[in-house]
């Protein structure tokens, strides 16, 4: 069927051109034969909207032999132009598609005075519609609706081809139109689906859907539009709405035959599929990417590679060899430009966590540091990409990590002295806390700042009394702490405890933090129990409460008897000395067993002064 088409259209071009030879002009035909040409005229329109492109042409060359120098013969030639190139477009011959478009052009030389030259143009513009050419289909259009100024169809038109090219702007050309004022069905299908464009680049992705759906009631054919279909699971996409993405989007990729929408539709159904777990469609799509495609000349299919880290399940079921040592690579793949920050916070991710040493990702902060970071999202053939994921994804993993983790306590630090504009993206209401404390763990008050961020008060209360004293100002820092001391739990509550005691002499509050079993194993206060053993002891010590201060020494030396340095055997030292008060000679021999062959000064002294 297909090629008695194409040898239809030969010989009707052939007939053309023998006619042309001769001049075409208008003339009339009877009123019988005037209402059947008329008749099949319009069947043969109805079977273009229907899709039926052969049988259209068949009708139209019927109407063209019958009467080829009247308004009919005039009319079914540009139809049977259109139908031929809708015919060929469909199936996968852009060449056709073009040699209807010449024979679109030559319609002026055919007919000498042509009466229909304004849908000549829309017919044109529409077949540049059909093959994405948005810059000469608005050409078109905006003469058309500068022309005709009446004709909303053409300012609908014209304003699907200018939001094509995402220019929100195009909407502006059909804000005066209402729904009434649309004659065909087609026409306003075409209207709604320009307000679906339109909101979908504004981001009203809600109002996207609906417009879409509106369309839809009016041109049932426009399932088949894969663009159509892409915005649609787009804008559901960007709603959450996975269930209703993927059935848009593989719908477009079905539609899809010259797959322009391919590729940013395996880039949207591979980000679905890796947020609900379905790791098996999202390596397919992915070996996809890497086989057709390469990460070098596709950038989405880069970006998707490099987010990768985002999944670490994905990762643990999929093993790609060395992926985070890859990152480095792909980042140098595209620098300097805005796509290799993508793998630079994989990188930092790695970092934080400890999984990436210094030296391994010390081209990191050259790409933080030299490319400047867009303040909008960045589009890739209608994909809009930002980097919200990354930054929120890295958020949230300084916002749960344990900020008195000393690698990640440091490598956190170091974000902040190498790049400080890089460190601000991670400011959130969720990080300002564990940002504070990280500052208070190194000892830079400079992160007293970040504690306005916090919304717990009596956390802000607490870590800013914790800069204070850090500061030296020790009585506002004594009395922030206080003041919130009975509201802490844990760990503050007990860090609290000690810093009253210890900076303030209250051996009573000391006695209290003492008391927690936990702190020993603690790898936040263990420090603060071994200056809290011996403050605690030198102050029992001078209360001459001699029994509690040799507890808290003894405590000392039994739980650290594996240091050996000179603070154990000072207070060795100590212990020996308050024994030798309390005249409890089993204590005392004891204690001086442990010093009997240490070289250690302290321990030499005890067995000096103490020894027999």
Do not use: C
């Not at 994405?132 to 169809?153: E, Q, T």
């Not at 395996?266 to 990417?289: C, G, P, Q, V």
């Not at 607490?462 to 800069?467: A, D, N, V």
């Not at 001086?592 to 002064?609: D, E, G, R």
């Amino acid at each position: 069927m297909k090629l008695f088409i194409k040898k239809l259209f030969i010989l009707f071009v052939f007939i053309l051109v023998l006619l042309a030879a001769s001049g075409i002009k208008s003339f009339g035909v009877s009123s019988s034969l005037n209402e059947y040409l008329q008749k099949k005229l319009n069947h043969a329109i109805e079977l273009i909207h229907l899709r039926d492109y052969q049988d259209a042409i068949s009708e139209l060359m019927d109407v063209y032999s019958m009467a080829p120098k009247s308004k009919y013969g005039e009319l079914s030639y540009l139809y049977i132009a259109k139908a031929y190139a809708y015919e060929n477009y469909y199936s996968g011959n852009i060449k056709g598609v073009q040699n209807a478009i010449v024979m679109l052009n030559m319609y002026p030389f055919y007919y000498k005075v042509p009466s229909y030259i304004a849908l000549q143009r829309e017919i044109i513009g529409d077949i540049y519609l059909l093959l994405g050419d948005f810059n000469k289909a608005g050409g078109v259009f905006m003469v058309l609706s500068s022309k005709y100024p009446n004709v909303n169809r053409y300012k609908i038109k014209l304003a699907y081809a200018t939001l094509r090219n995402h220019d929100k702007n195009g909407i502006d050309y059909i804000k005066g139109i209402q729904n009434k004022d649309i004659k065909t069905p087609e026409d306003t299908a075409l209207y709604y689906f320009d307000y679906g464009i339109y909101y979908f680049l504004t981001g009203d992705y809600k109002t996207t859907t609906f417009m879409l759906h509106e369309a839809s009631n009016y041109d049932s054919f426009l399932s088949y539009h894969p663009y159509y279909e892409f915005l649609y699971g787009y804008a559901f996409y960007k709603l959450s709405d996975w269930q209703n993405a993927m059935f848009h989007l593989e719908l477009s990729k079905r539609r899809d035959i010259y797959g322009r929408y391919k590729n940013k539709v395996n880039f949207l159904l591979m980000s679905i599929y890796l947020t609900t777990k379905d790791y098996l469609d999202a390596h397919k799509i992915l070996r996809e990417f890497l086989k057709h495609d390469g990460v070098f000349y596709n950038p989405v299919a880069y970006i998707s590679l490099s987010s990768l880290w985002m999944h670490p399940d994905y990762l643990a079921t999929y093993k790609i060899p060395f992926y985070q040592n890859t990152l480095d690579k792909l980042m140098w793949l595209h620098f300097p430009s805005v796509l290799s920050l993508y793998p630079d916070f994989g990188l930092l991710n790695y970092y934080l966590e400890g999984g990436l040493t210094p030296e391994e990702i010390q081209d990191m902060f050259i790409g933080f540091l030299n490319i400047k970071f867009p303040n909008r999202p960045i589009n890739f053939d209608d994909i809009n990409v930002s980097f919200e994921k990354p930054i929120n994804y890295i958020t949230n993993l300084i916002s749960r990590e344990n900020p008195y983790n000393e690698t990640f306590a440091y490598r956190l630090y170091s974000v902040y002295k190498e790049d400080p504009s890089l460190f601000a993206m991670f400011l959130q209401p969720n990080t300002y806390e564990n940002i504070s404390r990280v500052f208070v763990y190194i000892g830079d008050t400079n992160g007293l700042g970040f504690t306005n961020g916090i919304q717990d008060q009596n956390i802000k209360t607490f870590l800013q009394g914790e800069f204070y004293i850090e500061k030296g100002n020790i009585k506002d820092g004594v009395a922030d702490l206080n003041s919130v001391l009975n509201n802490l739990k844990g760990d503050d509550k007990e860090e609290a405890e000690f810093l009253i005691g210890y900076y303030t002499n209250d051996d009573t509050m000391l006695d209290r933090f003492l008391s927690h079993k936990n702190i020993y194993n603690s790898y936040r206060l263990r420090d603060y129990a071994k200056l809290g053993l011996l403050k605690d002891g030198i102050l029992k010590l001078n209360k001459k409460d001699y029994q509690n201060a040799l507890k808290y020494f003894k405590t000392y030396i039994e739980t650290y008897n594996k240091t050996k340095d000179d603070t154990y055997w000072w207070a060795l030292y100590k212990a020996a000395y308050i024994s030798y008060l309390l005249k409890d000679k089993n204590e005392l021999k004891y204690i001086l067993s442990l010093a009997k062959n240490s070289q250690n000064v302290w321990a030499k002294a005890t067995i000096v002064l103490w020894g027999e």
